[in-house]
């Protein structure tokens, strides 16, 4: 990949990450009011199942990206589709307990925090998508969508950490 | 490339800094109306030119439009045009990105704008205080399309700074090196990467206010377990280093300005560069200081007090270079030049009574009154804009082929310096008697009433001075002078393209061995970097 689409999509990845920041920076912020309801209510034993197929995704695209092969977008494809779901049966379960955006401020910091990132993936979904139509040898495109995948996934990590892993700890 | 579908279409990096400077100019003379509406509604006690919540709108709309509209996209603009023409490139490191940008630009104006039509434009000021900013508060729309339009600005400003900082980094002439980039090309640098690390802060705050307001969570309300306070941090982390983003690049024009009119190498370039940086750090650690009366804890404030009295050093510094630069230099008084040393002393009085600011005490006693009024038109007026100015002079003849005319430049020049002054020194002292801001009238106190005539009246000289400057580029577009390639007699490579450059920029790109390329060109007996010891 040329050295300027790759400095691009990092410093374009340096923005977003300031932007993950002050997101959880937020969800820390309000933790102390929402501890409670968060630890009554989150699942962590289906977030850690969905949080391994973004994670096993990024295995997949580092393959599709370094040999090209539909198979392996194919498999990144579903793996990131299998997160989404995983995710919106997360909201689902939430629901049925009357916690929503709106009812409590743990609603409001988990569901921005979260839905913001459920943004990306889906964006990066679509990229992978439109690449896979369209145009399927264009290295370059695909290399910096790998990029953009890997750090989606970067930034869940520490998602999971902070909302699930420090509630149950 | 002629046509307005070429011009729609095009990735050509000139052709979209003008059309950022175009676009930036319309809603310049938008937030000037706006501008004019309020002093209208000032210019004596108890008027009910503007209704309460009109009024409110007005301010608003005059702030957000003036700093997202104008000041961001000029200084964008005259960086995507200037950028590339002065490192020796082609283009923009990625062009239709740069069209990208722009037209996001145009789509968040757009957003702002069609509030009026909407049912009410936004009205809680430009940095929208929760809980004022929220639905119950102001239940009309004005203020979604406030945050939806500066989430596409934001958007876009990102991916703009991400073109200049690849541009910068990857496309530079062969001995183009870091330490011989021109100075408005360095701050412009400089200016990216604050713009990455604080724009992205605005965005997770808007994010955060319409989840507030479209989707009912409670971030910043108050009633329902949120925090007003936690808007404010956010806000401010942005807000600050904001205010470099937008005079950054304006001491950049100043830079290149002064030396070329001086007749003499910028004095301290290392220490100008520098002194950039030491600011673009700082400025992250400052932001609180709009937040004093805000009660925050001691320590705390008193912490944000000192890094912000720090920040007036590398500041300092800056001033120091340029006042050394005219020293003992051969000055010739442009209109460019007279805009220039003009932003010298305005900016000061500025910057000095930021530090009067950032005094604790001080900021408890005239928080929200007319002294902030007048402390920040000193630093964006007297600073940006009238860098603005100088940089408009300076390089239209390049832009255009055009000199701009030099009397009517100086009409200009003095109608906008006399109605400025008259318009914001008096904000000080009605600041000091306790006026407060952003209200729609006030009562007929001893010297409010004189005061505040002689600032509307200065508004009014003010206007007619930024008329002058438009009428001055609609004519000489038409009339002016032929510039040729380099009618200063400057040192930076957009002078060796010809006026205006063809779509490629260069034929050949000269040698640049020195800071100073096109020195070296016309003085091989006594070249630069025979002084400098380069290669």
């Not at chain 1, 289906?46 to 973004?54: E, F, G, P, Q, R």
């Not at chain 2, 021109?182 to 200016?191: D, G, H, I, S, Y």
């Amino acid at each position: 990949m040329p050295q300027r689409v790759r400095l691009g999509m990092a410093l374009f990845l340096l923005n977003e990450a300031v932007l993950f920041f002050m997101l959880i920076a937020a969800f820390v912020y309000f933790r102390g009011s929402t501890l409670a309801t968060a630890a009554s209510s989150l699942h962590l034993q289906a977030a850690s199942v969905y949080t391994a197929c973004l994670l096993a995704s990024s295995l997949t695209m580092w393959r599709a990206a370094a040999t090209g092969a539909r198979s392996w977008l194919g498999g990144t494809l579903a793996l990131g589709g299998l997160f989404l779901y995983g995710q919106g049966s997360e909201y689902v379960r939430l629901f049925r307990q009357h916690i929503t955006i709106s009812r409590t401020q743990f609603g409001t910091t988990f569901f921005t925090l979260t839905g913001v990132h459920a943004l990306h993936v889906l964006i990066g979904i679509v990229l992978l998508a439109i690449f896979l139509i369209l145009r399927p040898s264009h290295r370059t495109a695909l290399e910096a969508i790998a990029l953009y995948w890997y750090f989606v996934a970067a930034v869940w990590i520490f998602i999971f950490l902070i909302v699930y892993i420090w509630t149950f700890l | 490339m002629r046509g307005p579908r070429l011009w729609l279409s095009t990735v050509d990096h000139k052709q979209i800094g003008v059309m950022y400077m175009v676009t930036a100019l319309f809603f310049f003379l938008v937030g000037g109306i706006e501008a004019m509406m309020m002093r209208a509604q000032l210019s004596l006690p108890n008027l009910t030119v503007l209704a309460p919540e009109i009024y409110n709108q007005v301010f608003t709309m005059h702030g957000t439009t003036m700093i997202f509209l104008v000041v961001m996209p000029v200084l964008i603009g005259f960086g995507v045009y200037l950028v590339p023409l002065m490192i020796g490139a082609s283009e923009m490191a990625f062009p239709r990105l740069n069209a990208l940008t722009f037209w996001l630009q145009v789509c968040g104006g757009f957003l702002l704008y069609v509030s009026f039509l909407a049912g009410g434009a936004p009205d809680a000021g430009w940095f929208s205080y929760a809980p004022l900013s929220e639905k119950p508060y102001s239940p009309h729309p004005g203020l979604d399309y406030w945050a939806l339009g500066l989430l596409l600005l934001g958007f876009g400003t990102v991916l703009a700074a991400v073109n200049f900082i690849v541009t910068i980094a990857a496309q530079r002439a062969p001995g183009m090196t870091i330490r011989r980039l021109p100075l408005f090309a360095w701050m412009t640098l400089v200016n990216s990467v604050l713009i990455l690390f604080a724009l992205p802060a605005l965005n997770a705050a808007l994010v955060m206010l319409l989840s507030d307001r479209l989707l009912q969570a409670h971030f910043f309300d108050p009633a329902h377990g949120g925090s007003p306070v936690l808007w404010q941090h956010y806000f401010w982390i942005f807000g600050h280093p904001e205010v470099y983003i937008m005079v950054l690049p304006a001491f950049g024009m100043i830079s290149e300005i002064i030396p070329v009119f001086s007749r003499k190498p910028i004095f301290g370039y290392g220490f100008v560069a520098a002194s950039t940086v030491a600011i673009a750090f700082l400025s992250y650690g400052v932001w609180v200081h709009h937040m004093f009366a805000v009660a925050l804890g001691r320590v705390f404030i008193s912490v944000f007090a000192a890094l912000s009295m720090l920040i007036a050093v590398p500041t300092g510094v800056k001033i120091f270079a340029w006042a050394a630069t005219l020293v003992g230099g051969s000055i010739r008084f442009t209109t460019s030049m007279l805009f220039a040393v003009a932003f010298l002393l305005e900016f000061t009085i500025g910057g000095l009574s930021g530090v009067a600011f950032a005094t604790v005490p001080i900021d408890w006693e005239l928080t929200d009154t007319y002294f902030v009024v007048a402390h920040f038109h000193y630093v964006l007026f007297g600073g940006t804009a009238f860098a603005l100015f100088a940089g408009a002079y300076y390089w239209f003849p390049k832009i255009s082929g055009r000199l701009l005319n030099e009397t009517m430049g100086r009409w200009n020049f003095w109608l906008v310096v006399i109605g400025f002054n008259l318009t914001f020194f008096v904000q000080h002292f009605l600041g000091l008697m306790g006026m407060p801001r952003r209200v729609y009238t006030y009562p007929n106190l001893p010297g409010w009433a004189p005061l505040n005539l002689i600032s509307t009246f200065g508004a009014v000289i003010l206007g007619f001075g930024s008329l002058v400057f438009i009428c001055n580029i609609l004519a000489s577009l038409a009339f002016g002078a032929r510039a040729g390639n380099d009618p200063w007699d400057a040192w930076t490579l957009e002078w060796a393209a010809a006026s205006p450059p063809p779509p490629e920029n260069f034929a050949q790109v000269p040698a640049v061995r020195s800071r100073r390329p096109l020195w070296d060109l016309k003085h091989p007996e006594l070249p630069d970097w025979a002084a400098e010891g380069g290669d």
